[in-house]
Structures are given as structure tokens and as C-alpha cells.
């Protein structure tokens, strides 16, 4: 009995690290549109299209995504997706993701809107993409600026 205990103990160390191969540069994602949804007095909803580029030679099967947005320093959005693709060797493809902002993350970006003259927002993307051979997903953070202009 220990010894199949052990057995499947080191058979899930081992599964869980086959998915550590994938390195976080083997992929980068950027917003492509975000577009409100429905807006209650306490959250936001927003339709997010986010960019998903595999930049190795090897395919990638991505069972989801979880991530968090901020807008100019500042915590805004988070949003999770289960959709299962496959990315080819070099290329990409757009995921569109439900994501949710509080009452609280809207008011700090009115108050950045005011004091930002340039019109332009500053983004963060950061969390984590799941793949079929992974257990805790490859984490990411990837930076860019929507301008209003």
C-alpha cells in the first residue's frame, strides 16, 4: 500500500513538472478590445479580447487562462476563461474573455482620467495560462497603453 502511495505521489510531481518546460517568452499576450458589457452600481462587465502569440515551434494546448488588469498602477479588472485551443508553432489567435471590475477600480480610473493629460493608459496583464501538460499554469506579465486619442 505505501508503495503505490509513493507510486502516484511522484507519478503527479513528475506531471506537474512536465508542464514546467514551457517558459513564459514561449508566448505573449496583449488586449486587443475591451468593450462594456453591463455596469450595475457595484461591478462591471467587460468583454476583453486578448491576443495569445506561441513564439516557439511548438504547439501549445491551452486548457484556460486566469489574469488580473490594471490600468495605470492601479487594480481594475480580473477575469478567468476554461476555453481549451490548440496554438500552432508560430502563430496566434484571439480569446475572448468575460472580465469583472468593482465599483472601487472604476473610481480609481476616473481619478487617473482626471489627472492624466495625455489621455493615454498604461496597462498590466498578469497571471497565469494553464496548459494540458501543466499543473499550476506559467505565469505572465506583459505591459502596453491604450490611447483615448
Known amino acids: 500500500m505505501l508503495k503505490r502511495v509513493i507510486a502516484l505521489f511522484m507519478l503527479v510531481i513528475v506531471s506537474g513538472c512536465a508542464g514546467l518546460d514551457t517558459k513564459p517568452e514561449q508566448f505573449k499576450i496583449n488586449i486587443s478590445s475591451m468593450q462594456m458589457l453591463e455596469s450595475t452600481l457595484m461591478e462591471q462587465r467587460?468583454?476583453?479580447?486578448?491576443?495569445?502569440?506561441?513564439?516557439?515551434?511548438?504547439?501549445?494546448?491551452?486548457?484556460?487562462?486566469?489574469?488580473?488588469?490594471?490600468?495605470?498602477?492601479?487594480?481594475?479588472a480580473s477575469g478567468v476563461s476554461d476555453e481549451k485551443f490548440k496554438l500552432e508553432p508560430l502563430s496566434e489567435t484571439l480569446v475572448s474573455v468575460?472580465?469583472?471590475?468593482?465599483?472601487?477600480?472604476?473610481?480609481?480610473?476616473?481619478?487617473?482620467?482626471?489627472?492624466?493629460?495625455?489621455?493615454?493608459?498604461?496597462?498590466?496583464?498578469?497571471g497565469r495560462i494553464y496548459t494540458s501538460s501543466g499543473l499550476f499554469g506559467i505565469p505572465f506579465n506583459e505591459k502596453g497603453e491604450i490611447d483615448l486619442n
Open 46 to 76: 467587460y468583454q476583453v479580447k486578448l491576443r495569445i502569440m506561441n513564439r516557439s515551434k511548438e504547439s501549445l494546448s491551452i486548457d484556460g487562462l486566469s489574469f488580473d488588469i490594471e490600468l495605470n498602477d492601479k487594480d481594475f
Open 98 to 126: 468575460t472580465v469583472t471590475s468593482t465599483i472601487f477600480g472604476l473610481i480609481r480610473q476616473f481619478k487617473s482620467l482626471e489627472k492624466n493629460q495625455t489621455k493615454t493608459f498604461y496597462y498590466s496583464l498578469s
